[in-house]
């Protein structure tokens, strides 16, 4: 089993920034690619980037582009999403996600999930 755990999210104004972390631990002897998503009040849960275990390949959703930035440390088991010119439409709980093989967009292929992190961006 492999544990993942987020963290922080917070309260924003529009156009700055905030980095999240997801911390892994548990049977971590596989190499993992890990995802973040985002759920919206009254809205289904979306791909927002990927990044594949070796860190060479990193996806994002074309209403991220530009503005987010996911890395990985694999040292620390950790990986974050640096945020930065933020949206009100941003605001969501984000979740954390990992899942063997190569990095995928989409959520039904992850195996492991945080219990998420609330970002919040005022206008």
């Known amino acids: 089993q492999v544990q993942l755990v987020e963290s922080g999210g917070g309260l924003v104004q529009a156009g700055g920034s905030l980095r999240l972390t997801c911390a892994a631990s548990?049977?971590?002897?596989?190499?993992?690619?890990m995802g973040w998503f985002r759920q919206a009040p009254g809205k289904e849960q979306e791909f927002v980037a990927a990044?594949?275990?070796?860190?060479?390949?990193?996806y994002y959703a074309d209403s991220v582009k530009g503005r987010f930035t996911i890395t990985g440390d694999n040292a620390k088991n950790t990986v974050y999403l640096q945020m930065n010119s933020l949206e009100p439409e941003d605001t969501a709980v984000y979740y954390c996600?990992?899942?063997?093989?190569?990095?995928?967009?989409?959520?039904?292929?992850?195996?492991?999930w945080g219990q998420g992190t609330q970002v919040t961006v005022s206008s």
């Open positions: 548990g049977r971590i002897f596989r190499r993992y690619a």
């Open positions: 996600a990992a899942k063997t093989m190569w990095a995928t967009r989409s959520a039904r292929d992850y195996n492991y």
């Open positions: 990044i594949s275990w070796s860190g060479d390949s990193t």
